[in-house]
């Protein structure tokens, strides 16, 4: 069947490795009928994880978009990672959806994942919900990890759910808190009941939080609640609804995925309280102006993911106006070139559906959009719509990357811009000074799965090794210098002398000047002197690493009429530069950058210490609630895994920016390792 915008939900699942997120979508998948069996991730075939290595570590890598039907509804799902080396496929799931689930487990409580998928929901302001999932499992306890919920996140935690345990402690059915009535489960079906009569005590308070939580969206419920009235349940879907809309209430789910316990009754919460892309926030374009979630309105899609593997590259977009069919003409807005859109699909994981046409607010795929990428606005012919693209976490983690066989440089040159297509959040630069290929991501997991999908693609191995740091060379006294090329080999011969002042400069670019008197060198060998020094100065004499800051003043000289040449002139200059640098107390500076971390208070103590290892100088605190902002001026050559290091310090609940600031002298200590390690590269 045909769905309008209204019969609409897009919701992401989110929350800590492990949770459940991707058994969760399974479940929902096979219990309104999607699959014949459903898959598990042990298994290695669920529709969400198929991709070789996500199958191999047993973890979600990339967003899986999947969509179901449900009472009269269409649910279209982004299954996201919860490793955060993968935050960057978080990004692009919220850039199409109306709404997230948080997913935690009965026995995890409030994770750092929970943490960092409430905090994108907050700063997105999409409606969210909480599945408490595995809580059939030995030693769970959904009590307390509700308890602990609502106490750290406040009375805007509504409970949906109850579990009706034996008296063993066995979950044999849930209660629906909204309907009031329960339910139990017998071969992944459930049957529904009238509550149990001993149950009601236990349900008293718990009624009473989901009337607080209805009677606060709306006055006339308000006063209804302290009139002593019940409310009906068309006044408590409205009241949740609303309150879900506008971010007062966060709506609790429970449940044992595995054995089917509770996942149609989040379906239902998401059916009744979810918005709908009409709904939803209207969206704004790069201009500002307004583009209603309307299908009658200008087609207009997003493109929020590109997946592009063996099976072929696929363009995920969502409709954000108007309706697209394969006859649709659009043009992308980022090169104005128009994009043929042929068959249009909904994605079921790596299967394809094709389908006649996507409303608005609908999520759906194309095929081999060679120009097309992910962030780009497809609009109707003429149109001058451009919509926000995704905003991704810049890269914080390098490392350099090489081949194991000589020679294969390209090879992974070009898997790697492959890969690009579908994972934008990772960067790759040929560094010119250092020589070296740097491979830039969220963390070191991202950038293994990098080089295990290059070998398992484009058959090229390659190891990942610690970037070189670009330090610099400079000198700190004034010295006096000559450089004299002499050479006779028959014929013409080769005669240069330069008397060069060497001295520290104000300017990283070499300064140049000369006070030659008398015509001792002439005029026309000044630029030949120069570009003399320009070369020599790529290479410093203690590590080989180029040299800054430095005056160089050409006094005095003399020249041979027959003899005397441009070449002459530079070999001069670089034999003055070769003799004289030694002797001007040659220092190595190391480059400082700006340090921002931001922490919660807990991990102030840590942090610093930390800090000081790496020879860092604090420049200040400040504090924003519960959250500390630390900034500092540290040593890039000592930064190298901060990423990894600052997650591990703070269960990674910390983030931090680095940006380079200057160069300054390294301490001896600190030189000497430099150009020990320059020696042994040499060798």
């Known amino acids: 069947m045909g769905y309008s915008t209204e019969t609409i939900r897009n919701i992401a699942l989110l929350g800590h490795s492990g949770a459940g997120k991707t058994s969760l979508n399974e479940s929902i998948l096979y219990l309104t009928g999607k699959l014949d069996r459903a898959g598990t991730i042990n298994a290695g075939n669920t529709v969400s994880d198929s991709d070789a290595e996500e199958i191999k ?12 039907d449900y009472r009269d509804t269409r649910i279209n799902i982004q299954d996201t990672p919860g490793f955060f080396d993968f935050t960057g496929e978080v990004q692009s799931a919220l850039r199409v959806v109306g709404g997230g689930v948080i997913v935690t ?40 990890a509700f308890a602990a919920i609502r106490e750290q996140l406040g009375t805007s935690v509504c409970p949906m759910i109850f579990p009706i345990k034996d008296e063993k402690g066995k979950i044999v059915g849930l209660v629906d808190l909204i309907r009031r009535v329960s339910y139990s489960y017998e071969g992944g079906r459930r049957h529904e009941h009238e509550i149990p009569a001993e149950l009601e005590a236990s349900l008293a308070p718990l009624y009473a939080a989901v009337n607080e939580a209805v009677a606060e969206t709306d006055d006339d419920l308000m006063e209804k609640f302290f009139s002593g009235e019940e409310f009906t349940l068309e006044e408590r879907v409205r009241g949740l609804r609303k309150g879900v809309r506008e971010l007062s209430v966060t709506p609790v789910f429970c ?38 979630c309307d299908a009658a309105g200008t087609a207009a899609v997003i493109v929020y993911k590109t997946i592009a593997d063996q099976y072929g590259k696929y363009s995920l977009f969502g409709v954000i106006s108007g309706e697209i069919t394969s006859e649709t003409q659009v043009e992308n807005a980022r090169t104005g070139a128009p994009v043929r859109l042929g068959r249009i699909y909904k994605m079921q994981g790596k299967k394809t559906v094709e389908v006649d046409k996507l409303t608005a607010g609908d999520v759906g795929a194309a095929s081999k959009l060679d120009d097309v990428k992910t962030g780009d606005t497809l609009r109707a012919v003429g149109s001058s719509v451009v919509l926000r693209g995704v905003e991704y976490t810049a890269p914080c983690y390098s490392v350099a990357i090489a081949p194991k066989t000589k020679g294969q440089e390209d090879k992974i040159a070009a898997g790697l811009t492959r890969l690009a297509e579908e994972d934008p959040t990772f960067t790759l630069a040929n560094n010119n000074e250092t020589h070296q290929m740097v491979l830039s991501g969220a963390g070191d997991i991202q950038l293994d799965v990098l ?29 006096t210098v000559r450089g004299r090329h002499k050479k006779q080999s028959g014929g013409h011969g080769q005669f240069g002398d330069v008397v060069i002042d060497f001295e520290p400069g104000q300017t990283e670019e070499l300064t140049f000047t000369e006070s030659v008197f008398g015509g001792a060198v002439p005029k026309n060998y000044f ?29 005095d000289g003399s020249y041979h009429p027959v003899d005397s040449s441009e070449m002459a002139f530079k070999m001069a200059a670089s034999i003055a530069y070769k003799e004289g640098i030694p002797t001007a107390s040659p220092a190595i500076l190391e480059p400082v950058g700006h340090l921002t971390v931001t922490i919660p208070d807990r991990f102030l103590g840590d942090i610093m210490s930390d800090l000081s290892k790496r020879r860092g100088s604090p420049l200040g605190m400040s504090a ?48 000497q390792k430099i150009i020990e390690e320059a020696k042994k590269d040499a060798e």
């Open 105 to 144: 487990g009965a026995k995890d409580g409030i994770t750092v994942g929970f943490e960092k998928a409430w905090q994108y929901l907050t700063e997105k302001r999409l409606a969210r919900a909480i599945f408490i999932s595995k809580i059939d499992e030995e030693n769970s306890d959904y009590d307390t």
């Open 255 to 292: 449940g044992d995925v595995l054995a089917g316990l509770g996942v149609l009754l989040l379906l239902d919460g998401v059916v009744n309280l979810f918005p709908s892309p009409a709904e939803g926030a209207v969206e704004t374009t790069l201009v500002g102006n307004d583009v209603p």
């Open 624 to 671: 924003s609630g519960s959250t500390q902002i630390v900034e500092a001026e540290v040593p890039l050559g000592e930064m190298g895994s901060y990423a990894i290091d600052l997650r591990s310090m703070t269960q990674g609940r910390g983030s931090f920016a680095l940006t380079f600031l200057r160069y300054e002298e390294a301490p001896m200590a600190v030189q």
């Open 527 to 555: 630029p030949a002197v120069e570009k003399g020094l320009q070369d020599s100065i790529k290479k410093g004499v203690l590590a080989g690493y180029p040299v800054v800051f430095l005056k160089a003043t050409l006094t």
């Open 451 to 479: 080089v295990a999908k290059l070998k398992d693609r484009f058959a090229v191995e390659s190891v990942l090794i610690p970037a070189k740091v670009p330090y610099r060379e400079t000198i700190r006294k004034k010295v």
């Open 57 to 68: 570590r047993k973890i979600s890598i990339s967003l899986s978009t999947s969509y179901t």
